[in-house]
């Protein structure tokens, strides 16, 4: 199984940014998907799952309204999509997949991409 993330820089405030997140090695179509982010000094903290089938999407409080997720089932592909960009949104933003249809139990992580929100 490999997660490998992309799309992340340096943005301002206001900005948008649309991170992917290229599958390989296991039935994509079959599996919950989720971002997961880590800010400086902070714990990690999710962000958004999607369903197997893309037709159910969740978000944390923090992100509801300004992220989508969204996935390519076809070019085994996640996606999130982040508008309206806040300096507290500079993390580490990882891929992962969930283990068992929405558990919020993750068994394998990408390395992560750096999204860096100037003010």
């Known amino acids: 199984v490999q997660l490998v993330e992309s799309g992340g820089g340096l943005v301002q405030r206001g900005g948008s940014m649309r991170l992917s997140c290229a599958a390989s090695?296991?039935?994509?179509?079959?599996?919950?998907m989720s971002w997961v982010r880590k800010a400086p000094g902070k714990g990690l903290e999710w962000v958004s799952d999607?369903?197997?089938?893309?037709?159910?999407?969740y978000y944390a409080d923090s992100v509801k309204g300004r992220f989508t997720i969204s996935r390519a089932n076809a070019k085994i592909t996640l996606y999130l999509q982040l508008n309206s960009l806040k300096p507290e949104d500079t993390a580490l933003y990882y891929c992962?997949?969930?283990?068992?249809?929405?558990?919020?139990?993750?068994?394998?992580w990408g390395q992560g991409t750096q999204v860096t929100v100037s003010s």
């Open positions: 090695g296991f039935t994509f179509r079959n599996y919950y």
């Open positions: 992962s997949r969930d283990q068992s249809g929405g558990s919020g139990e993750y068994d394998y």
């Open positions: 999607i369903n197997s089938g893309g037709g159910n999407t």
